[in-house]
């Protein structure tokens, strides 16, 4: 049953899903898992110094960014901090599981599955995807969650934009050695993209 598994479901009107997981009774083997067949991709867009966003809202908003993410993220279980799930004028994302990892145990995010923190929602989106067929799962932010994330990271898919803004939200630093670039798609500044950018595709090393 759900309540076996460490899950306390809240039901409150059919519309209304959420589920909280507080990850003490899941089992330690499924997180991290290094031979997980599901992979695990971040996907930012991040400007020269890191920049994420200012005031809860993207730093950078350019169409060719936002429809790569709505390619990548397609039909994945996407996974996210609390502030990454208020910032969307619209919610949930549609046509993929929305998963948000938060410590306020009573937040409620209808439309969505709610865990305590990102090794239960991680176990979690690999079971959604592993289920559906679906060979990855995505951590969209923000900064604490990607920082949680990299650790455990298969694959990434950032945006480097050539430029900088004001920004209190940082992408966290790493070691680009550890990765190798799969590919790389520079799309030049236009009417629809103020600022020029490089949307790179990146796998960990083995």
Do not use: Q
Request: a positive charge; one cysteine or more; aromatic letters at 8%.
């Amino acid at each position: 049953s759900a309540s076996e598994r460490g899950f306390d479901c809240r039901r409150r009107d059919p519309l209304r899903r959420a589920c909280v997981i507080t990850g003490s009774r899941v089992p330690s083997s499924t997180f991290p898992e290094s031979n997980d067949p599901i992979g695990i991709r971040i996907v930012a867009a991040i400007g020269r110094r890191g920049e994420l966003g200012f005031e809860n809202r993207l730093a950078f908003r350019l169409k060719a960014d936002m429809m790569n993410f709505r390619r990548v993220t397609a039909k994945t279980p996407m996974i996210m901090g609390r502030k990454t799930w208020e910032s969307f004028p619209k919610r949930p994302l549609p046509g993929r599981p929305n998963i948000v990892a938060t410590r306020n145990l009573d937040f409620l995010a209808p439309g969505a599955f709610v865990f305590s923190s990102l090794p239960p929602a991680v176990a979690a989106g690999r079971a959604m995807a592993a289920e559906a067929g679906i060979p990855e799962v995505s951590i969209i932010g923000g900064a604490e969650i990607y920082a949680a994330g990299l650790a455990i990271a298969t694959h990434m898919t950032l945006t480097d934009v050539e430029a900088e803004r004001e920004a209190h939200v940082f992408f966290p630093a790493f070691d680009r050695k550890e990765w190798r670039e799969v590919s790389a798609r520079r799309i030049e500044a236009d009417a629809d993209n103020e600022v020029a950018c490089v949307i790179r595709e990146l796998e960990r090393r083995a």
